[in-house]
């Protein structure tokens, strides 16, 4: 069966680990869970350089793919000038709305490193152990909506993102709704899971039942039916 790869870490460091002339070094790791994840790695033999020359070339053609593109968070902004910037780390979201619209992406992207670093920093630990948990490798996220924002801004220190994603797993359609909690520490946007709910599902007005307003006396049981039969009513249309 060979390495199961179970974390996306350990795929990272296998890949950088496999890059001729290159050393990586374990680092970032507080947790000691991970420690033990990825010091695993080292009785797993590096990638072939064959083998590792085509999964570099794909994923520079993937790459470019995705940069032209627009962006997966429905913004009609190519991915360069929109979300791209925000998960390479080399800026930062100016709102609230921005940084869900980034950790979206990162979420149809499998990019759970982006996942965690945008979280709050008293949330970062339990985010790490939930990755396996979260993160549905057989979901493929087709379209997000912001249903509605609070706060937020680039003057806030807090702010909520309602929205909806629709996704399709198992050929089936489906939709993840949330009213997202999110907090400025430290001049950046972070995300709070804890402080996250499920926002209330919007229903139609239910109509009041109409009061029906007979032209005709009502006729009895044993009446004579109304169809001149000569039968009782309860004998014959009733």
């Known amino acids: 069966m060979g390495f199961q790869f179970k974390f996306s870490a350990q795929r990272a460091l296998q890949f950088t680990r496999s890059a001729p002339g290159l050393a990586s070094a374990l680092v970032g790791m507080k947790a000691e869970d991970h420690v033990d994840q990825n010091l695993a790695l080292c009785a797993e033999p590096l990638i072939e350089k064959e083998k590792f020359s085509a999964l570099f070339k794909r994923k520079q ?3 470019g793919k995705n940069n032209m593109k627009d962006c997966p968070c429905g913004s009609n902004f190519p ?6 910037p925000l998960i390479r780390g080399t800026h930062f979201a100016d709102t609230a709305e921005d940084l869900m619209r980034s950790r979206y992406t990162a979420f149809s992207e499998n990019n759970w490193e982006y996942l965690v670093l945008t979280s709050h920093p008293e949330e970062k630990k339990e985010m790490a152990r939930l990755e396996s948990d979260l993160v549905d490798q057989g979901a493929e996220w ?3 909506e912001i249903t509605g924002t609070h706060k937020g801004g680039r003057e806030d220190n807090e702010g909520r993102v309602d929205f ?10 489906q939709t993840l709704r949330e009213s997202s909690r999110f ?6 946007w972070v995300y709070s899971r ?3 709910t499920l926002p209330p599902v919007p229903q139609s007005p239910m109509e009041k039942p109409k009061t029906v307003i007979r032209d005709k006396a009502k006729v ?3 009446d004579p039916c109304p169809c001149g039969s000569g039968k009782k009513y309860k004998k ?3």
């Open 183 to 188: 907090y400025k520490i430290n001049g950046h």
């Open 236 to 238: 014959c249309c009733l």
């Open 164 to 173: 909806v994603a629709h996704y399709v797993k198992d050929g089936i359609r």
């Open 142 to 144: 087709k379209k997000l």
């Open 79 to 84: 991915y360069t000038d929109c979300c791209g």
């Open 61 to 63: 053609a993937v790459s």
């Open 220 to 222: 009895g049981r044993n």
């Open 194 to 196: 804890k402080d996250s």
